[in-house]
């Protein structure tokens, strides 16, 4: 069974840090693309950030620079890292594997809210 845990999340005020940790199971882990992935209310999910097999990386725009995400192959986690963190960084947060052969999962999301 795949499970995707995602933990961290909670309440910070406007900029502070917190970190995000996904831990993955049921999955050859260092073979899968992860991504970090947010829907704040009322809007669309969006892609926060993404760290391929071969560790390369993508942030959307308004997080470069503040945010950085790493996976650990062997503990089978990957982590985002989030600094100077404002209230529009406010959403839920998911963790996402996508793999060949159109495998592709999620967790169930963890808060993050931005408020002083």
């Known amino acids: 069974q795949v499970q995707l845990v995602e933990s961290g999340g909670g309440l910070v005020q406007p900029g502070g840090s917190l970190r995000l940790s996904c831990a993955a199971s049921?999955?050859?882990?260092?073979?899968?693309?992860m991504g970090w992935y947010r829907q704040a209310p009322g809007k669309e999910r969006e892609l926060v950030a993404l760290?391929?097999?071969?560790?390369?990386?993508n942030y959307v725009d308004s997080v470069k620079g503040r945010f950085t995400i790493a996976r650990d192959n062997a503990k089978r986690t990957v982590d985002l890292q989030m600094n100077s963190l404002n209230p529009e960084d406010t959403a839920v947060y998911f963790c996402r594997a996508d793999g060949v052969s159109g495998m592709d999962f999620w967790g169930k999301g963890t808060l993050v809210t931005v408020s002083s």
């Open positions: 760290i391929t097999t071969d560790y390369k990386l």
């Open positions: 049921g999955i050859l882990f260092r073979f899968f693309r």
